[in-house]
C-alpha cells in the first residue's frame, strides 16, 4: 500500500542539482565541466543543510523535504520566470523590460510569499504531505531522465564534432622554415569590439586622433582601414589564431548549424599557438569570462584571484542573488579588464620568448568604466551581450554613451601598457592590438539589412614590429592575414595572403557567411 | 510533430544560436513542465488501484442511495 511505508526521497537533491547541469548541458560547446564541479557541490550541501534544518524547525522530515525543493525549484526558476513575463507582457507594452530593482523584487515578493503559503499549508495539514512526496519523487526522476537523454544527445554530439575533425584538420600545422634563431616575444592583443577610427568619430562622436597618434609616435602601423573578417567574437578569433577562413568548417556543418564546438575548438587548439609552443615560446592567457578564450594549452594563465566565471554568473542570473549580486557581477568582470591592463607587461619578466593572448572584454558591453577609471554600475541585470540583445534594454543613446566612455578609458590605459612593455622588453617585441570585431549599437542580430556593417567591422588594427618594416602591411589589412605577416616576415614561413573579405553572420545561423566586403569598403 | 518539437527542446542546448552563454529559459520552463506532467502521471500510477476502488465502491453504493 502506498500509505504503508514512507518513500525514499531523494527530491531535495534533485531539484538543486539539475538546474546547473541543464544550465551546462544548454552551453556544452562553450563551457568545461570543470567549472560546473564547485557550484554543483555546493548547491548539493546547500539543499542537505536547508533539509535538515528545516526538519528541525517542522520535526518532521517529509514536510521539510517538500519545503526544501520548493525553495530550490522556486530559487533556480526565479531567473528563468523573467523572460517569459516580458514576452507575455510584450504585446501590452512593447518597451517592457524587468531588469530594474523593483520588477525583480516584486517577482521575488511573489515568489516567497507562495513559498510560505505552501509552509502554512504543510503545517496546518491542509495538504497530504505522503502524496507530495511522491509526486516530488516522480518529478525527481523524470527530470533525471531528461538530464539522461540531454547527455546522451550531448555525447552524440560529440561524436559527430569528431567526425567533423576533416575540417579542423583542413588547417595544416605550421611549417616555416628559414632562420627563427631571433624569436621576439609577441603579444596578440584584442580589444573586444574597438571599432575604427573614422567609424567611432561619425557614429559614436568619439575622436581617437590622440591615441592613434601615440601609437604611430611609438612606431606601431595602424591599419587605417581595417575590417574585421567576421561579425562575432568566436568566428573572428578561430580566423584570425588560424589565420584562415572559415570556409572548410562551415562546409562540413549543416548550413543552420548552431553548434559553436568547432570555432571553440580551434580558438583553444588554434594552430598559431601550437606552432610558437613547439618554438619554445610560453603561451600567457588571461582571464576573460569568456571560457573560450581562457586556454586549455595556456601555459601561464593570469587573472584576478577571486573571479566570477561565466557559467556562475549565468547562474546568479537565474536565481534570485541576481538582485544582491549584480554589483558584485560587474565589480568582477571590471576586475579581470583591469587585471589584465595592468599585468600586461608582466610578461616581459618571464625567461624566454613569450606568446601573450590578451583578450579584453572591453570597450564591449557591459560598460562598467567611466572614460576616468570610476566605477559604473549599468541599471540593468549582468550580461556580456551586444548589439539589438542590448540596446534593447539600454537604449541605444545610453550604448552610445557607455561605448564611448569606455573606449576612452580603453585608450589611455592601452597607452599606459604599451609603454611599459616597450620599455621593459629586453629586446624588442611584436604586437598586434586588434579589434575582433567593432561596436554593435547599430547591430540587428536577426538582420544584415537592419545592421550597419561598417560599424560592426571596423576595426582597430595596429602592429608593431621590431625592426619596425612594414612593407607587408597595407590599410586594408584584415585580420586573415596578420599572422601570416607575422610567421612570413619573422619565422621563414611562406603563407600566401589572402584576399581580405569580410563576412557578416546571422546569431541565428552563424555559419551563413554572408559576404559584405563591398559594402565595408572605405569609398 | 510533438516528439520532434519535444527532441528539439530538449536538445535545444545543444543547438543554441547564443554565442555568449544562454540561460535556455524556455527549454527549462519546459523540462519542469514535463517532468512535473509526468509525476503527476507517477502518482495516480501508483494510487490507480485506490482510484479505481474509489470509483467502483461509488457505484455500487448506488443502490442503497435514499435519494434513488
Known amino acids: ?523 | 510533430m510533438v516528439v520532434f518539437s519535444g527532441s528539439v527542446v530538449l536538445a535545444g542546448g545543444l543547438l543554441s544560436p547564443a554565442l555568449y552563454l544562454d540561460p535556455g529559459s524556455g527549454s527549462y520552463l519546459i523540462q519542469l513542465l514535463l517532468a512535473a506532467v509526468l509525476g503527476g502521471a507517477f502518482v495516480i500510477k501508483m494510487y490507480w488501484q485506490k482510484i479505481k476502488d474509489f470509483f467502483k465502491n461509488r457505484g455500487a453504493k448506488k443502490p442503497d442511495d435514499p435519494a434513488m
Not at chain 1, 569568456?290 to 584576478?304: F, H, M, N, Q, S
Open chain 1, 1 to 523: 500500500m502506498p500509505e504503508s511505508r514512507p518513500p525514499v526521497i531523494f527530491h531535495p537533491f534533485v531539484v538543486a542539482f539539475f538546474p546547473l547541469l541543464s544550465l551546462y548541458l544548454h552551453n556544452a560547446g562553450k563551457l568545461y565541466f570543470s567549472e560546473v564541479v564547485p557550484p554543483l557541490l555546493l548547491a548539493l550541501l546547500l539543499s542537505a543543510a536547508f533539509w535538515w534544518i528545516t526538519t528541525r524547525l517542522l520535526k518532521d522530515v517529509q514536510k521539510a523535504a517538500i519545503v526544501t525543493t520548493a525553495f530550490f525549484a522556486l530559487f533556480f526558476t526565479y531567473g528563468h520566470l523573467l523572460p517569459l513575463l516580458e514576452r507575455s507582457l510584450r504585446g501590452l507594452w512593447p518597451a517592457l523590460t524587468l531588469d530594474s530593482t523593483g520588477a525583480l523584487a516584486l517577482l521575488l515578493g511573489c515568489l516567497v510569499g507562495f513559498w510560505l503559503l505552501l509552509i502554512w499549508l504543510l503545517v496546518r495539514a491542509v495538504l497530504n504531505f505522503r502524496v507530495i512526496n511522491q509526486f516530488l519523487n516522480g518529478f525527481a526522476i523524470a527530470l533525471i531522465i531528461i538530464l539522461a537523454y540531454r547527455f546522451g544527445a550531448f555525447v552524440r554530439y560529440r561524436e559527430m564534432l569528431w567526425r567533423q575533425a576533416d575540417a579542423v584538420a583542413a588547417y595544416e600545422p605550421v611549417t616555416a622554415v628559414g632562420n627563427v634563431s631571433v624569436r621576439p616575444d609577441i603579444y596578440y592583443i584584442v580589444v573586444d569590439g574597438y571599432g575604427r577610427a573614422d567609424v567611432l568619430l561619425d557614429l559614436y562622436d568619439l575622436d581617437t586622433t590622440d591615441f592613434l597618434g601615440f601609437l604611430r609616435e611609438r612606431g606601431f602601423y595602424t591599419a587605417r582601414q581595417s575590417n574585421a573578417n567576421y561579425n562575432i567574437t568566436l568566428l573572428s578569433l578561430a580566423s584570425t589564431l588560424n589565420f584562415d577562413y572559415l570556409d572548410p568548417v562551415a562546409a562540413q556543418l549543416d548550413p543552420d548549424s548552431t553548434n559553436p564546438l568547432p570555432v571553440f575548438n580551434l580558438i583553444q587548439h588554434n594552430r598559431l599557438m601550437q606552432y610558437f609552443q613547439a618554438q619554445g615560446y610560453t603561451v600567457v592567457n588571461f582571464a576573460t569570462g569568456y571560457t573560450a578564450t581562457e586556454l586549455a594549452i595556456a601555459d601561464v594563465k593570469r587573472g584576478p584571484t577571486s573571479s566570477l566565471s561565466a557559467f556562475e554568473n549565468a547562474l546568479i542570473n537565474t536565481t534570485p542573488l541576481r538582485l544582491f549580486l549584480s554589483r558584485k557581477q560587474f565589480d568582477s568582470h571590471r576586475d579581470k579588464i583591469l587585471y589584465t591592463l595592468e599585468h600586461l607587461p608582466d610578461a616581459t619578466q618571464i625567461e624566454g620568448p613569450v606568446f601573450v593572448f590578451a583578450h579584453i572584454v572591453a570597450p564591449h558591453p557591459p560598460f562598467v568604466l567611466a572614460a576616468d577609471g570610476t566605477a559604473l554600475y549599468p541599471d540593468m541585470g549582468f550580461v556580456i551581450d551586444d548589439g539589438d540583445a542590448l540596446t534593447h534594454r539600454l537604449s541605444r543613446e545610453a550604448y552610445l554613451r557607455g561605448y564611448r566612455e569606455q573606449a576612452q578609458f580603453m585608450s589611455r590605459s592601452l597607452e599606459q601598457a604599451l609603454s611599459q612593455i616597450l620599455a621593459q622588453s629586453s629586446s624588442p617585441p611584436i604586437i598586434i592590438l586588434q579589434g575582433d570585431h567593432g561596436p554593435g549599437a547599430y547591430l540587428d542580430w536577426e538582420s544584415l539589412e537592419n545592421s550597419n556593417v561598417r560599424e560592426r567591422l571596423g576595426i582597430l588594427n595596429a602592429y608593431y614590429f621590431p625592426d619596425q618594416e612594414y612593407s607587408a602591411l597595407y590599410p586594408t589589412i584584415s585580420p586573415v592575414n596578420s599572422f601570416r605577416v607575422v610567421l612570413n616576415q619573422y619565422f621563414g614561413a611562406a603563407y600566401p595572403l589572402l584576399e581580405d573579405r569580410n563576412y557578416f553572420a546571422l546569431m541565428a545561423q552563424p555559419y551563413r557567411f554572408m559576404e559584405v566586403t563591398q559594402q565595408v569598403l572605405v569609398p
